[in-house]
Nanobody, 121 residues
Framework: QVQLVESGGGLVQAGGSLRLSCAAS????????MGWFRQAPGKERDFVAA????????YYSDSVKGRFTISRDNAKNTVYLQMNSLKPEDTALYYC??????????????WGQGTQVTVSS
């Protein structure tokens, strides 16, 4: 069992930056790939980024590539999402997930409760 708690969301102006954190419980954190997803009101939950268990491989959706950076610190059981050059269309509830990455997609096993990111124009 893995419990995930996100933090770092908030209100920011377009062009600004935020860093999301996701703290995981459990000694098996480093065995999971980790991912970030987001869901805007009335829309489906979309993949944003993922990172392998070692941190050696990262994956991004086209909409955030070059602006967002995912990283992890296995000693702290934490995964991060650095978000730069934010746009109003990045506004969403951001979820952290623990799972597996294979065949070009992230398969979630556990979810956090989400943290709200709002980007004003």
């Amino acid at each position: 069992q893995v419990q995930l708690v996100e933090s770092g969301g908030g209100l920011v102006q377009a062009g600004g930056s935020l860093r999301l954190s996701c703290a995981a419980s459990g000694r098996t954190f480093r065995s999971y790939a980790m991912g970030w997803f987001r869901q805007a009101p009335g829309k489906e939950r979309d993949f944003v980024a993922a990172i392998s268990w070692s941190g050696g491989s990262t994956y991004y959706s086209d909409s955030v590539k070059g602006r967002f950076t995912i990283s992890r610190d296995n000693a702290k059981n934490t995964v991060y999402l650095q978000m730069n050059s934010l746009k109003p269309e990045d506004t969403a509830l951001y979820y952290c997930s623990a799972g597996d990455y294979g065949l070009g997609s992230f398969i979630p096993d556990y979810w956090g409760q989400g943290t709200q990111v709002t980007v004003s124009s």
